[in-house]
């Protein structure tokens, strides 16, 4: 019997990109995501065999900085009572390279607790408690979900089947974390009232789009707003951005085949590395052309 638990990736077609407020984890703008079922984090908890809480990743121990993160927040919904622990994760996502690492990592987690020390908690109280450990892991627990700027997250459907590739750049852990680099957009940069703005009418358009079916909407506002979200990293002190030569080569890619007919997006998070999103009726066809244009490797995550 396999007692790992589960956490899936999701990418945000709406982007979360800033904090308005931290306790509770609330975000500036209302943002929508769609789950990543192949690419995802399993965890297990066992006790410790040491007098220290322990946290692994794919075999590899984790810094005292992590223990210490995690330690912080589990603290927040396990007894405060309990024995010392060891974490064991395995991610099938790349971690800390703009996959939602962070999503399916805090997901798998809060689902390991609620077993390990039998908590009992229902999947509305999980999500709650799983936005603060990280906000976008909230959005794991749906296929398509929208976490509101009250905290709440629901669930929304769409009659279109989604598919989405990755094009990789670079698997690397990122010099900047997600949390780091969104509070310096927050603190300094000069546009990100207007983005939080245009990613308010995104959200709307967005619920509209998904509920009319209306892919080719629905890819417009997930290019505009994910090059709105970048925009203010560049408009931050000192400037910064996540996106590298070759990303603009992989979306350059992305617009090539829409010029030629094909239905298919990009969408960029906290790293270099491009997601293409398109309807799984289309992905053979898609892949195969990308594959000509694209050399690198390709990460297919809803199969
Ligand atoms: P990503 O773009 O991959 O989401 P972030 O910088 O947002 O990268 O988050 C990376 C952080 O997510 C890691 O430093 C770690 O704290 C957390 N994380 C990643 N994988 C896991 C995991 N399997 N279990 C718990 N936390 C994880
Ligand atoms: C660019 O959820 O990783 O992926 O709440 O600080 O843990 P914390 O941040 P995190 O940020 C995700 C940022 C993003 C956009 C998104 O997923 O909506």
Redesign the pocket.
């Known amino acids: 019997m396999d007692s790992y638990s589960l956490g899936y990736a999701n990418i945000a077609l709406v982007k979360y990109w800033g904090k308005k407020s931290k306790d509770p984890v609330l975000p500036f703008n209302p943002n929508i995501s769609l789950r990543l079922d192949n690419l995802l984090?399993k965890?297990k908890i066992e006790p410790s065999l040491t007098d220290e809480d322990e946290f692994y990743?794919n075999d590899e121990k984790q810094s005292q900085e992590?223990v210490e993160?995690?330690t912080k927040f589990i603290a927040k919904f396990t007894p405060i009572e309990r024995e010392k622990i060891c974490i064991r994760?395995y991610?099938t996502v790349p971690?800390?390279?703009?996959?939602?690492?962070?999503?399916?990592?805090?997901m798998?987690?809060v689902l390991a607790c609620n077993k390990y020390f039998k908590l009992n908690k229902t999947t509305e109280e999980l999500v709650e408690i799983s936005k603060e450990g990280?906000g976008s892991s909230c959005r794991s627990f749906y296929r398509l979900a929208a976490w509101l700027e009250d905290g709440s997250v629901e669930e929304l459907s769409c009659d279109l089947d989604f598919g989405m590739m990755v094009l990789v750049v670079n698997e690397d852990r990122?010099k900047i974390?997600?949390?780091i680099a969104m509070e310096r957009c927050v603190q300094t940069s000069t546009t990100f009232d207007a983005w939080v703005e245009k990613a308010k009418e995104d959200f709307v358009d967005m619920k509209i789009a998904l509920k009319n079916a209306d892919f080719e909407k629905i890819g417009a506002i997930t290019e505009a707003n994910a090059l709105a979200m970048h925009a203010t990293t560049t408009t931050s002190t000192p400037s910064f951005t996540f996106l590298t030569d070759e990303s603009y080569r992989a979306m350059e890619i992305v617009k090539t085949l829409q010029e030629k007919g094909y239905r298919c997006y990009f969408t960029m998070?906290?790293?270099p590395n491009v997601k293409v999103l398109y309807l799984k009726e289309d992905q053979e066809k898609i892949y195969e052309e990308i594959s000509k244009l694209w050399q690198k490797k390709i990460i297919l995550c809803m199969e």
């Open positions: 984090s965890t990743i992590e993160k995690i994760s991610n971690t800390a390279a703009g996959l939602s690492s962070s999503s399916s990592g805090t798998a987690l990280s990122k974390s997600s949390r998070d906290a790293g």
